[in-house]
């Protein structure tokens, strides 16, 4: 009989991180063969012990799955959308785990997003206090002078919060500027606001990277499972053995 902490056996099954799971259980939200539990210390056997939250039966079915995709623009990337717009789960409608998207890219941005059900591990990845690194391929408009650049590594007030990108110029024309940006946080239109501020706004923007991880040559709406050295160095990073 192998026993695991409730939290732990929550956020394995995808509910939420093990700190959110903390919460749920806090809230009284969970019950493990028919008792709720809100204190922590309690252990449970996954294939024994009957665990619902709100009334709904929670298992950990699927082995742990981490997946990368080559988002092309033109989805969205939450589970469902209001407007009715393509969402990126729909490029993944063959896979049989039930997965979600590791933090977000916009509509109109391209490039590396990972797929996971394990709970903590997208927590981690895309906590501000891990600071994992993502890199940016980015076009802008107009021809960026070295003094913009300089503005940029000199830190950035988005937010009330200093953003120090790291930029590096591929090619400079007077119409436009390709760059590499990493930044290592993923607030929300990060990179297009920080290119706003020095005056040169965003044309196009595709991840490269993200961590450990490259995207490299995977086709544009394919993606790839994840090697197992892959996921250990993607658990390395977060402090995940
Ligand atoms: N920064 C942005 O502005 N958009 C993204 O999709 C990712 C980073």
């Known amino acids: 009989m192998t026993t695991e902490r409730l939290q732990k056996f929550l956020s394995q099954a995808g509910v939420a991180s093990r700190r959110a799971a903390e919460e749920i259980i806090r809230a009284g939200r969970v019950m493990v063969n028919g008792q709720v539990v809100t204190e922590m210390g309690v252990k449970v056997d996954p294939d024994r012990d009957i665990v619902r939250v709100d009334g709904r039966p929670v298992k950990v079915t699927a082995a742990p799955v981490v997946l990368m995709l080559h988002k092309p623009s033109g989805y969205v990337c939450t589970t469902s959308d209001p407007q009715g717009r393509r969402v990126v789960m729909e490029l993944l409608s063959r896979v049989p785990v039930r997965l979600y998207p590791v933090g977000r890219l916009d509509y109109d941005a391209t490039g590396l997003l990972l797929f996971t059900n394990d709970g903590e591990l997208a927590y981690r990845l895309t906590h501000p206090s891990y600071h994992v690194p993502r890199t940016y391929r980015v076009t802008v408009t107009g021809e960026m002078t070295r003094e913009a650049v300089r503005r940029l590594a000199a830190g950035v007030d988005l937010d009330g919060r200093l953003v120090y990108p790291e930029v590096r110029v591929n090619k400079r024309e007077a119409?436009?500027?390709?760059l590499?940006?990493?930044?290592?946080?993923?607030?929300?239109?990060?990179?297009?606001r920080l290119m706003e501020q020095v005056g040169h706004p965003v044309l196009k923007l595709k991840r490269i990277a993200f961590g450990p991880l490259r995207l490299e040559r995977l086709n544009r709406g394919t993606y790839r499972e994840l090697t197992e050295r892959e996921v250990a160095a993607l658990k390395a990073e977060v402090e995940l053995a």
């Open 180 to 192: 590499e940006v990493t930044v290592h946080e993923g607030r929300y239109h990060l990179v297009k």
């Open 175 to 178: 119409a436009k500027t390709v």
